[in-house]
């Protein structure tokens, strides 16, 4: 019998801290930077709005650098999952996204 074997070569992902169900990290330097984006939990929860995730992906964007966004989610809060959206449409073709489920 054969034996399927999966290997994942992304590496796990940052752990979410002050329970966020989001996390956000940058990597590289200037022209080999990227931004990876983790949106892991039920959207809206424990109090982290959109307008949070938005400012804190701001704050790392710089404008050039691609961004890669990966979903595991069973769901949440319409507005917010709709407002994260327009965010990340809003960024263009730099913008990734994966589903991890």
């Known amino acids: ?4 074997r999966i290997f994942n070569k992304a590496g796990d992902p940052p752990a979410a801290q ?3 169900w989001y996390s956000l990290k940058a ?3 200037a022209e080999a930077r990227s931004i990876e984006v ?3 939990g039920e959207i809206g929860t ?4 959109a307008n949070q995730f938005v ?3 701001a704050a ?5 650098s691609p961004i890669v966004v990966a979903f595991n989610s069973v769901g949440g809060d319409l507005f917010d999952g709709l407002a994260i959206h327009n965010a990340l449409s809003r960024l263009g073709e730099r913008c990734t996204a994966r589903v991890d489920a």
């Open 60 to 64: 790392l964007d710089d404008g050039v």
């Open 1 to 4: 019998m054969n034996s399927l």
């Open 46 to 49: 424990w109090g982290i709005t």
């Open 38 to 40: 983790y949106v892991y």
């Open 27 to 29: 990597s590289g330097e």
């Open 18 to 20: 002050n329970k966020h």
């Open 55 to 57: 400012r804190d992906l």
